[in-house]
């Protein structure tokens, strides 16, 4: 069963920075379309950003300019660079496909937390 794992969460004051990571069992993340995702207590759990298997690239309005998306196909690694965070960017982070429909089974998370 293919897993996925987050990893670089944290605390961080505003404007500070992270950079999360997502990897993968098998050949998931090179082979295609992906995307992060968060989810803030109580709200349902939105795409933050995409990156096609062709490094296209696509980001919901509220990140753009802030967050850079990212993919190391021989690493079969995908990251997401949060740069100037604001207090509304704290989530749970997950990645997955690039879908509305269609998920890989949904990995832990990584917990972000913005201070003000």
């Known amino acids: 069963q293919v897993q996925l794992m987050e990893s670089g969460g944290g605390l961080v004051q505003a404007g500070g920075s992270l950079r999360l990571s997502c990897t993968a069992s098998?050949?998931?993340?090179?082979?295609?379309?992906m995307a992060w995702y968060r989810q803030a207590p109580g709200k349902q759990r939105d795409l933050v950003a995409a990156i096609s298997s062709r490094y296209i690239t696509r980001y919901a309005d509220s990140v753009k300019g802030r967050f850079m998306i990212s993919r190391d196909n021989a690493k079969n690694t995908m990251y997401l660079q949060m740069n100037s965070l604001k207090p509304e960017d704290t989530a749970v982070y997950y990645c997955n496909l690039d879908n509305t429909r269609v998920f890989l089974p949904w990995g832990q998370g990584t917990q972000v937390t913005v201070s003000s």
């Open positions: 098998g050949s998931i993340i090179s082979s295609n379309s």
